[in-house]
């Protein structure tokens, strides 16, 4: 069983930047791929980065970058340029079974309770 735990969210203006982080526990992270994810008020959640196992491939939205660091057990969302489109509650989420990146909410696992982003214009 895996617990995430996001933080890093916050009030930034638009045209700013902002870093989440995720810190995983319970669980062996070099075998879950990882992905943030969002979901603003009346919408759907949507996936924003993913990153495999390895770290090895990536997907990322536009001005987002994802990044995961295998020692600390972490794995961070960098949001640049950021527009008030981009105000929602991010999420992040483990896949598991060695089966490498997903794309939609189904694919993964294990979720954290998300932190909110708030962009000020």
């Known amino acids: 069983q895996v617990?995430?735990?996001?933080?890093?969210?916050?009030?930034?203006?638009?045209?700013g930047s902002l870093r989440l982080s995720c810190a995983a526990s319970g669980g062996t992270f070099s075998s879950y791929a990882m992905g943030w994810f969002r979901q603003a008020p009346g919408k759907e959640r949507e996936i924003v980065a993913a990153i495999s196992e390895s770290g090895r491939n990536?997907?990322?939205k536009g001005r987002f970058t994802i990044?995961?660091?295998?020692?600390?057990?972490?794995?961070a969302?960098?949001?640049?340029?950021?527009?008030?489109?981009?105000?929602?509650?991010y999420?992040?989420?483990a896949r598991s079974m060695h089966v490498g990146v997903g794309y939609v909410a189904a694919d993964y696992d294990y979720w954290g309770r998300g932190t909110q982003v708030t962009v000020s214009s």
Do not use: I
């Not at 617990?3 to 045209?15: D, I, K, N, R, T």
């Not at 990044?67 to 794995?75: E, F, I, Q």
């Open 3 to 15: 617990q995430l735990v996001e933080s890093g969210g916050g009030l930034v203006q638009a045209g």
């Open 67 to 75: 990044s995961r660091d295998g020692a600390k057990n972490t794995v």
């Open 77 to 89: 969302l960098q949001m640049n340029n950021v527009t008030s489109e981009d105000t929602a509650v």
């Open 58 to 60: 990536t997907y990322n």
């Open 91 to 93: 999420y992040c989420a």
